[in-house]
């Protein structure tokens, strides 16, 4: 199997940025790297359905973080938790498996409600249209108190997913240190992205994969085919959304608690520079995008505690979405294609 | 006129002000090859997207088989059986030519989502058919030898021969060809010319927009003349080269 | 509803001259800007950074001593800075994208890595505190049919007063008719002696100047905070869209609507207790109108799919 040269860097890249993890700390690596690669699959998952929605059809979707709310969201009501001000419990609920395909459907769903009226605008005005449907949501969210929890949240949902924690997880994570629960969503999260890489891997060679590419080419020459663009655009938004939905239930459980500002603008923007980097198009680019960019932002962090020691928390957090914007602009100027994209299949030159 | 396979009544499209087609009543017979011809901004292809379903009519109406397709989509026109190309040659460019081929000749029911998670052996099986169809039609084209190479790597006159190629794979009732010998050098026109009579022959209706008259003149059966937006003209060759409003629509009027 | 009426025509001013500025922009240049939001708030801060006198820590540097210079003085000074930054961001960035021929989306994309770092650096400088001008505290007072302090109503009329003497440059002034002729259409305007170049630098200039003015506007009717742009980025699309993109005057009066909309939708009966979701009113009014009326009330229908 030839390999090809970019495969090679993108490896050797995201193996230094791990090692670096552990020069930069000798102490309590293992730890910050468990947390590390946790966020890079949950993130990277999201990433690969974004690369769906635009490296694959073109569209251009700037509220992801909605898609993933609504998995997120709709799985954790659907199991036994508590929420709200209170601290309401709700003690019965739908088995696990159960309520994430739901969440899943649901998400993928939305898509659908989302993209039936949206998804014949133009490019921009697409964006903007995302952006305020995500804006809606997250505001939705935050008044629906009584069902959602509203700024208070949900919380003690964990144990759904924890209580399945096989024993050997336990036993590896007590020899290196870290948190057992998050080393179980780690698993958790690496497996998806396994099976989801497979499955997109078998859809794109295949009659739709091939469909949707024309799709993405010319869709007037599509319809003058018989095709139905419309239909098939909408399926990739549905896929893609379903996708972000398994990712934020994941990212619910890595967290412990959900509430508002879990699903926001910046969300969405951390995904696209992840996707970026990665390579638009490629379905597995976002995989060393996401370790590459969480090394970043994590090592980066604690350069920033160092270098500005008056600031505040706030300020710090900025620092790191400082280095995110610099990013995406830097990507997009000098290598839109990122780590795995092919130029050749370069979307982001159409005019 | 009834048994006409494509019709048109009142037929009305402007923009902004300028009437772009204005037609009465115009017929198309099943097996003819018509050419549609005329001054620069006569309307035609806008008469084409009018009837392709492409773009709607301010008013009158458009019928296909004795169906209203008036505000039909376009695909669901391409589905009873009319395929049409474009001015600008539209193409796949980032797929190869093969896969070019393959989309276009896939039927709907195999680009399903479920069936490509599912593979079964049957749609292997319909690859495998579609794929031989494909390098048939290339090959009789002449372009089996670009088969992997990508669409946007073709010259000018190979992505003719390509959106011909992919208009034809699924054996159409209706060519719409909308200026197929634009740009391509003699030779190559040779060969599309006789291509297209050949379809002709094969029983395939061709309506033909074409600004080459040798050409239009030597192959086609009918010619019908549009000149801002309107009928001037409709016979068959020998009556359209001595029609006066022809020769004073391209001359303009000021030649007497 | 009537008392939110005077909020209502604050933010409407606030969003107008935002969405004028955002319009004349996407109109020359095609750019949807997503950093606009920061443009806006550089005239806020550094107002505030001209303005502040001696008990003010606006920058995060603890070596800041503060300026203090008169109030009017900041203003101008501010709004001048913002135009400067705007030519900096066309020579810099993006004429070079122009002249690299990179596509609309590419540049979308930067326009928002843009904003992100822009909005970061000045919460690192600026710091995360929400902090007011200079200004002395005043008393709400009754106008006709809406309430609000003098020293609003004063913003008000100077927004509209800077709005009209711009609609009248725009369509009177060889200079607006030069901007007009690229926005219709730059290959036809090169040709008959326009040089886009100068005209598209000069409309970034005028834009982040009336950006930057909506920014201290907003500074003065609210606060200033490091996000404050970001914020309204939304309903200042929603405005643009409502008024018809590509219009000046459309954005005008879309931003308006949209400010009195989103204030008097409180007073509206389902929205009793969530209050805080008015911009979800406005939001969901964008998008039905992209959807069924993309022109908007005043625009030329463009091809929007």
């Known amino acids: 199997m030839k390999i090809s040269n970019k495969v090679v860097f993108a490896v050797f890249l995201t ?75 709700t003690s019965t609920g739908l088995p696990f498996i159960v309520a994430l395909i739901i969440g899943i459907l649901s998400a993928a769903l939305f898509g659908l409600l989302l993209g039936l009226p949206a998804i014949r605008l133009r490019g921009d005005y697409l964006a903007i249209v995302t952006i305020a449907a995500a804006e809606i949501f997250r505001l939705l969210v935050r008044d629906l108190e009584s069902i959602t929890g509203g700024v208070y949240g949900i919380i003690n949902y964990t144990e759904n997913l924890q209580q399945y924690r096989p024993n050997f997880i336990n036993n590896f994570s007590e020899s290196f240190g870290f948190s057992p629960s998050q080393a179980w969503v780690c698993l958790v999260a690496w497996v998806s992205i396994f099976f989801t890489v497979l499955f997109l891997k078998r859809l794109n060679n295949s009659p739709w994969g091939r469909a949707l590419r024309a799709v993405r080419e010319d869709e007037d020459a599509v319809r003058a085919m018989g095709k139905n663009a419309v239909w098939l655009k909408l399926q990739s938004f549905m896929l893609g959304a379903g996708i972000a939905g398994l990712s934020g239930v994941l990212l619910a459980f ?78 997009m100027i000098f290598r839109p294609s990122g780590l795995l994209g092919k130029k050749e299949e370069l979307l982001l030159d159409v005019k | 006129m009834s048994n006409s396979l494509i019709e048109v009544n009142n037929l009305k499209k402007t923009f902004g002000g300028l009437t772009a087609v204005d037609i009465k009543e115009l017929g198309f017979n099943k097996g003819e090859l018509t050419s549609i011809i005329g001054p620069n901004g006569a309307g035609k292809t806008t008469f084409f997207d009018l009837i392709s379903g492409f773009q709607n009519s301010d008013s009158g109406d458009v019928h296909l088989k004795d169906k209203d397709i008036s505000n039909f989509q376009p695909y669901k026109i391409a589905r009873m059986g ?51 169809k494909a390098k048939n039609i290339m090959e ?117 | 509803m009537l008392d939110q009426l005077g909020n209502g025509l604050l933010l409407g001013i606030i969003i107008s001259v935002a969405s004028v500025a955002l319009s004349l922009l996407y109109g020359v240049t095609r750019i949807v800007n997503f950093a606009h939001g920061e443009i806006i708030a550089l005239g806020a801060i550094m107002t505030l950074f001209f303005s502040s006198p001696v008990d003010y820590r606006v920058l995060f540097l603890d070596k800041y001593s503060p300026l203090g210079y008169n109030f009017a003085l900041s203003c101008i000074l501010a709004v001048i800075v913002c135009g400067l ?50 200004l002395e505290l005043q008393r709400r007072q009754t106008y006709l049919f809406f309430d609000m302090t003098p020293r609003n ?30 926005r219709d259409s730059e290959e036809l305007s090169s040709v008959s002696g326009i040089n886009s170049d100068n005209i598209i630098l000069i409309t970034w200039i005028s834009s982040s100047m009336l950006a930057g003015l909506a920014g201290i506007f907003q500074a003065i009717i609210n606060d200033v905070r490091w996000n404050m742009g970001f914020l309204i ?58 959807l069924f009326r993309p022109q908007g009330i005043f625009g030329q229908k463009e091809r929007i799919s």
């Not at chain 1, 520079?273 to 379905?283: E, F, P």
């Not at chain 3, 993006?94 to 890595?113: E, M, W």
């Open chain 1, 15 to 89: 193996g230094f940025s791990i090692y670096l993890v552990f020069a930069l700390n000798p102490e309590g690596a293992s730890r910050i790297l468990l947390n590390l690669l946790t966020f890079a699959g949950i993130y990277g998952l999201s990433a690969i359905g974004l690369n769906v929605h635009f490296g694959w059809t073109g569209l251009l979707n700037f509220g992801h973080a909605s898609f993933m709310g609504v998995g997120a969201y709709v799985t954790l009501l659907l199991m036994p938790h508590a929420a709200g001000r209170e601290g309401e419990i």
């Open chain 1, 254 to 331: 890595n967290y412990g608690s959900l509430e508002t500002t879990v699903f926001v603008p910046l969300l969405t923007f951390y995904v696209w520079a992840i996707m970026i980097l990665g390579g638009v198009g490629t379905i597995t680019g976002p995989i060393f995008g996401s370790i590459i960019f969480w090394v970043i932002i994590s090592e980066t962090d604690r350069l920033a505690f160092i270098l500005f020691e008056n600031a505040n928390g706030q300020q710090l957090a900025g620092v790191r979405f400082l280095l995110v914007g610099l990013l995406i602009m830097a990507l």
């Open chain 2, 82 to 132: 009319m395929v049409r190309t474009f001015q600008l040659t539209k193409v796949f460019d980032r797929m190869t030519v093969l896969e070019n081929l393959l989309f276009s000749g896939s039927e709907i029911s195999n680009d399903s989502l479920f069936k490509s998670v599912i593979k079964s052996k049957s749609q292997m099986k319909y690859e495998e058919n579609l794929k031989d």
């Open chain 2, 140 to 256: 009789e084209l002449n372009i089996l030898h670009m088969a992997d190479s990508y669409a946007r790597e073709l010259s000018g006159g190979q992505k003719k021969l390509l959106e011909l190629a992919r208009s034809i794979i699924n054996e159409p009732e209706i060519l719409l060809l909308d200026e197929p010998l634009a740009g391509v050098n003699p030779k190559l026109a040779e060969d599309i010319l006789s291509l297209i009579k050949k379809l002709s022959n094969e029983g395939i209706t061709i309506l033909m927009v074409e600004h080459n008259i040798e050409a239009v003149m030597k192959i086609s059966e009918r010619i019908v003349v549009l000149a801002e937006g309107s009928l001037i003209a409709d016979g068959n060759p020998n009556e359209i080269r001595t029609n006066r409003n022809v020769i004073e629509a391209y001359l303009g009027k000021d030649n007497d």
């Open chain 3, 85 to 134: 930054f705007g030519a900096l961001l066309e020579i810099c960035l993006f004429r070079p994208l122009r002249k690299g021929n990179v596509g609309n989306i590419a540049v979308l994309v930067v326009t928002i890595g843009l904003s992100i770092f822009t909005r970061h650096l000045y919460l690192l400088f600026a710091t995360g505190k929400v902090q007011d001008f200079p």
């Open chain 3, 153 to 182: 109503l004063n913003v008000l009329i100077a927004g509209i007063v800077v709005m009209l003497i711009f609609g009248f440059l725009l369509t009177y002034t060889r200079l607006g008719k030069a901007m007009r002729a690229v």
């Open chain 3, 233 to 290: 980025l939304l309903l200042i699309f929603a405005g643009t869209v409502l008024g018809g993109i590509g219009t000046s005057f459309g954005a005008m009066v879309g931003g308006f609507l949209i400010g009195i909309l989103v204030q008097v939708s409180v007073g509206l009966p389902f929205m009793e207790g969530h209050t805080e979701a008015k911009n979800a009113v406005a939001l969901a009014i964008m998008i039905l109108i992209l």
